[in-house]
């Protein structure tokens, strides 16, 4: 028998969003509104209305791949090789997105590297510890929100890093004139912009519970947890992607600085290599 505070967690989440068709029509106009006002405002880094397109198709992207999802979470998380095979194909994605993102050069998969590099040792640490415990039902919402972390802060402080490179490129060379190491003169240049990628998280951190109250601490509310078991658990979750992301940017920082994530030079094929 289900206890009263199950019931009512079980009723708040059929009454939280009933999956209908007025839910449906309301995904749909959310979406229209999203890329009208993109279209309109022509909120694309060329001032066209590509970015329009781009938001139609996210959304659309989006319900194709949670509705796979859904149907296929329920098996995989029953079986720990397939969990582990999901984790990779998460972690694939994650890359490749933030690679691409960040640059066209052919260097793009060194994107890997600010991903994994906190998320892995992290999670490895977690499982070791018995603080996670070794099932998918835990390990792929846990890995898939660091994960998630460690791509947009991978995003934000790569293309800051090379935009501020591409900007101030004369204040590189003077600081290679005055007898600064390569590395040493980007390295001046890039940290202060890219630190701006942790300024999403900082903000989130700081205004939780008073501004918004976060997916994790909702679900488990919902689930029947109690309200300080979810604010633990959602404290967790804040202060790890903090840890992964305030990571994550030190090592993009370094591979800009190190000329490992570059963009080509202007004119030159995506494939091309250039000190930027």
């Known amino acids: 028998m289900r206890s009263p505070g199950r019931d009512e967690a079980v009723l708040a989440a059929d009454v939280l969003l009933p999956v209908d068709m007025t839910l449906g029509v309301v995904l749909v106009a959310l979406l229209l509104l999203a890329a009208t006002t993109a279209a309109v405002f022509r909120l694309a880094p060329d001032g066209s209305r590509g970015r329009a397109r781009d938001i139609a198709f996210a959304g659309g992207r989006a319900a194709a791949q949670?509705?796979?999802?859904?149907?296929?979470?329920?098996?995989?998380?029953?079986?720990?090789?397939?969990?582990?095979?999901?984790?990779?194909?998460?972690?694939?994605?994650?890359?490749?997105?933030?690679?691409?993102?960040?640059?066209?050069?052919?260097?793009?998969?060194?994107?890997?590297?600010?991903?994994?590099?906190?998320?892995?040792?992290?999670?490895?640490?977690?499982?070791?510890?018995?603080?996670?415990?070794?099932?998918?039902?835990?390990m792929i919402p846990v890995t898939g929100i660091l994960i998630g972390g460690a791509l947009t802060a991978t995003v934000l402080a790569g293309r800051r890093a090379l935009d501020e490179l591409a900007a101030r490129a004369g204040e590189v060379e003077a600081c290679l004139a005055l007898g600064f190491l390569e590395r040493d003169a980007r390295l001046e240049i890039v940290r202060p912009a890219a630190s701006d990628a942790l300024l999403p998280g900082l903000d989130q951190t700081r205004t939780v519970g008073l501004v918004t109250l976060?997916?994790?601490?909702?679900?488990?509310?919902?689930?029947?947890?109690?309200?300080?078991?979810?604010?633990?658990?959602?404290?967790?979750?804040?202060?790890?992607?903090?840890?992964?992301?305030?990571?994550?940017?030190?090592?993009?920082?370094?591979?800009v600085a190190r000329g490992r994530l570059r963009r080509p030079a202007p004119g030159a094929g995506t494939g091309a290599r250039v000190r930027s």
């Open 66 to 138: 949670l509705a796979a999802v859904s149907l296929a979470i329920g098996w995989v998380v029953r079986h720990l090789p397939a969990t582990f095979a999901f984790l990779l194909l998460m972690f694939a994605v994650a890359v490749r997105t933030a690679g691409h993102r960040i640059t066209p050069d052919r260097g793009w998969w060194w994107a890997a590297v600010p991903v994994a590099g906190p998320v892995a040792p992290l999670v490895a640490v977690l499982l070791a510890i018995g603080l996670l415990p070794a099932r998918g039902i835990a």
């Open 214 to 255: 976060p997916g994790a601490f909702v679900g488990m509310l919902l689930g029947g947890a109690s309200p300080v078991m979810a604010g633990a658990v959602q404290l967790f979750v804040l202060i790890a992607l903090m840890a992964v992301q305030t990571m994550a940017v030190a090592i993009t920082v370094e591979l």
